[in-house]
């Protein structure tokens, strides 16, 4: 008999802002988040905008024969984690057992937007067969106004002992994952002109100018980043109960035309993609005295990170 989830509630000791959805696979927001903090440069008490104390969700499990838990994490905050933090805490009849402790935004600076990376976790039960465990998810707020929220992705009971990827839910970027990936409308000004530059100056030049990426949106690139993740933690898995999952992320790593060498770049509203400052583009066949440096300085661009990714151009 396999393990499985028999409730799912907010805690007892909740000051309410939970959310979820599913009873096999859950989604949860824990945590108010709806008004950006209206002070960052002053730090002022924002009355209304944040409760005091924890919001909790409790998912009970019934373990049966064993099982694995997989599912997937994340915060964003306004506040700094002295503060606001995320705790996720497995108790058992053997005690509790910390998953995540006071996760939180480094340092002690507030109000400014800060968002963790999308974690990856698998938790084998078997310890505590025919038994009743319960995971808590529980973020703390100090009702200061710059809110915080925790997230619980994909929650399930799995006997593959790999998180499956994340529902791209982002209106824009499923435009991206269904193939129009390549938007030059949200570039800024700065980018766009050196953009239009760079394409002229080559093709004055005899050269070919390809252009591969312009804008992206933070919920696309966080999307490459776990698919590569999760195919780098999956690849070489031969058990049959993670085959379905495998062909589903080689499937999604191949369509993206992702490589080994290079894991893609963190979702990051302050990314340059994200911002709309930045390009990529391969430039061939461009005559000897020419390179594509020089090509990009003609048109005040430049090549921020030249090793490690060579058609990245963005204002000079």
């Not at 509630?9 to 927001?29: K, L, M, Q, R």
């Not at 937007?113 to 976790?121: L, T």
């Not at 992702?258 to 061939?284: E, K, M, Y």
């Amino acid at each position: 008999i396999p393990a499985k989830i028999v409730s799912v509630s907010p805690g007892s000791d909740s000051v309410g802002f939970t959310t979820y959805s599913g009873t096999t696979n859950i989604n949860a927001e824990i945590g108010r988040w709806d008004t950006p903090y209206p002070y960052p440069d002053t730090g002022e008490y924002a009355p209304g905008l944040q409760p005091v104390g924890n919001s909790t969700l409790g998912i009970d499990i019934d373990v049966n024969d064993g099982g694995l838990v997989t599912f997937r994490y994340k915060v964003r905050t306004y506040d700094a984690g002295i503060y606001d933090w995320y705790d996720i805490l497995l108790e058992t009849p053997t005690g509790t057992i910390p998953i995540v402790s006071r996760l939180g935004k480094p340092g002690s600076s507030y109000g400014s937007y800060w968002e963790s990376a999308n974690v990856a976790i698998t938790q084998s039960l078997n310890k505590w067969r025919n038994q009743r465990v319960r995971f808590i998810f529980r973020v703390r707020q100090d009702g200061w106004g710059d809110q915080t929220q925790g997230s619980v992705i994909n929650f399930a009971v799995s006997t593959c002992d790999v998180a499956p990827l994340t529902p791209i839910t982002d209106p824009v970027a499923l435009q991206f994952e269904n193939g129009n990936q390549i938007d030059t409308t949200n570039l800024t000004a700065a980018a766009l002109a050196g953009l239009n530059c760079m394409r002229g100056r080559v093709a004055e030049l005899g050269g070919t100018f390809s252009l591969s990426s312009a804008y992206r949106p933070v919920p696309y690139q966080t999307h490459l980043r776990e698919v590569w993740d999760t195919w780098m933690a999956i690849r070489n898995k031969t058990s049959p109960e993670c085959e379905a999952l495998k062909l589903e992320v080689q499937r999604e790593f191949q369509k993206h035309g992702l490589l080994i060498s290079q894991r893609p770049a963190a979702g990051s509203p302050n990314a340059p993609h994200a911002r709309g400052v930045a390009f990529d583009a391969t430039i061939r066949s461009l005559p000897a005295a020419q390179t594509v440096d020089t090509v990009a300085s003609t048109c005040s661009m430049y090549r921020p990170w030249p090793g490690n990714d060579p058609v990245h151009y963005q204002p000079r």
